[in-house]
């Protein structure tokens, strides 16, 4: 089946530091590959996204790459601020609009100023 | 001119009472979904719809109910509410055939049901 695995968090770090967050994937077909962030109280907002292998996404300093090779899609920042901490999730989706987005179990991160 | 909206954002009730969430999206998109984010966030499908058609029916207890007036509303209707339910519901959507899998979902703000 399709599935999603992401490193377990909380992971606190100091402000400027590099951030990795690990995610890989299982998938039957040819995934969609997303970074969701969830801010303190709010919904889940796209950050970026890689459709097909070797394509990558970036947002706000974040990147992450579709590896197809190793099945991942992990994301990288090389200086975070206190403001990025939040939720992180990586996701899958396959086929067609109306098929399922999969989620990983979600990140969290911690900034300290 | 919120893209994904729910209501209410937050809801307390007592147990075995019935509820509703309610959803509505601007975007245009023909596909809603509802997720279920547990304590623990991590976060589960609970039904889809395309253009009112339920798609999607996970393993879900037969007390929730979605319900589709139009392809712009796609609300969450609860029974007997248990203790077990409390978590947040969040509502989604995203466009529909012809854009493939590539297309992200948008979502609401979230409804956190408390049952006591």
């Known amino acids: 089946g399709n599935s999603v695995t992401q490193m377990e968090g909380p992971v606190t770090l100091s402000e400027e530091a590099f951030l990795t967050i690990n995610c890989t994937y299982t998938?039957?077909?040819?995934?969609?590959l997303f970074w969701y962030v969830q801010y303190p109280g709010e919904g889940l907002q796209l950050l970026l996204k890689?459709?097909?292998?070797?394509d990558k996404g970036s947002n706000k300093g974040f990147e992450a790459t579709y590896r197809k090779e190793t099945t991942s899609f992990h994301l990288e920042k090389g200086s975070v601020q206190v403001s990025d901490s939040a939720v992180y999730f990586c996701?899958?989706?396959?086929?067609?609009?109306?098929?399922?987005?999969?989620f990983g179990s979600g990140t969290r991160l911690s900034i300290r100023p | 001119d919120t893209a994904v909206s729910q209501t209410p954002k937050y809801l307390v009730t007592q147990m075995g009472n019935d509820k509703s969430i309610k959803c509505e999206q601007n975007?245009?998109?023909?596909?809603m979904y509802w997720y279920k984010q547990d304590s623990k966030k991590f976060l589960k499908i609970m039904f889809s719809?395309?253009?009112?058609?339920?798609?999607i029916n996970e393993t879900v207890p037969n007390r929730f109910s979605p319900k589709s007036p139009d392809k712009a509303h796609l609300n969450l209707h609860i029974n007997s509410l248990e203790l077990g339910d409390s978590a947040v519901y969040f509502c989604?959507?995203?466009?529909?055939?012809?854009?493939?899998?590539?297309?992200?979902?948008?979502f609401g703000q979230g409804t956190r049901l408390t049952v006591v």
């Open positions: 998938a039957t077909g040819y995934p969609s």
């Open positions: 996701a899958l989706k396959i086929g067609s609009s109306a098929s399922k987005i999969i």
């Open positions: 890689a459709t097909k292998a070797d």
């Open positions: 975007l245009g998109h023909d596909t």
């Open positions: 989604a959507s995203s466009p529909s055939l012809g854009y493939g899998g590539d297309t992200e979902a948008f």
């Open positions: 719809y395309n253009n009112k058609e339920l798609i």
